[in-house]
């Protein structure tokens, strides 16, 4: 497979990049759990079949201490015992929010009501812009075909 576009090496798409990555920083730097973050990061990337994503943020998160069992089970978070209910409600949050073309009513009242009630009004913040963000990554490295395997933890650091 051959990347569509270099979008590091064209001026308009690597402003732009400046500004994801700083707005990933800044959801970084917030009070949501990091695991929590690496979890939501992987889930979105499995349902969007961003394969660039997947292999940064799992290894990102093995490098800051994840567990393999736990990289392996996110696909299968409802039915694994690995996860606390925290995790649990934002990675729900994760895949109401990434698939809103399949609810005609997007995020369920349930769904938010759960991830508000593990999570303090600033932490939702995060999660919901880190939701938003993930999702736009993937949609620039499936759209441009950027290849999966080449990510090194600390790479865009």
């Known amino acids: 497979m051959d990347i569509r576009l270099d979008y590091f090496g064209n001026s308009a798409t690597a402003k732009y990049m400046k500004y994801l990555q700083s707005a990933g920083k800044v959801l970084l730097d917030s009070t949501l759990p990091i695991a929590t973050q690496h979890l939501v990061e992987i889930r979105a990337s499995q349902i969007n079949g961003c394969g660039f994503c997947l292999d940064m943020h799992t290894k990102e998160a093995a ?3 994840e567990t393999s069992l736990r990289l392996n089970l996110v696909a299968a978070w409802r039915e694994a ?3 606390t209910e925290a995790e649990r409600a934002a990675l729900e949050l994760t895949e109401q929010g990434t698939r809103l073309a399949d609810a005609a009513g997007g995020v369920t009242d ?4 759960d991830a508000a009630k593990h999570h303090d009004e600033d932490q939702l913040a995060a999660l919901v812009s880190l939701i938003a963000l993930i999702n736009t990554w993937n949609r620039l490295n499936v759209i441009t075909r950027q290849p999966a395997g080449g990510y ?3 790479q865009w650091a």
């Open 152 to 154: 090194e933890p600390g």
């Open 110 to 113: 349930e769904a938010w009501a």
């Open 81 to 83: 015992t690995v996860f």
């Open 63 to 65: 490098h800051a201490g």
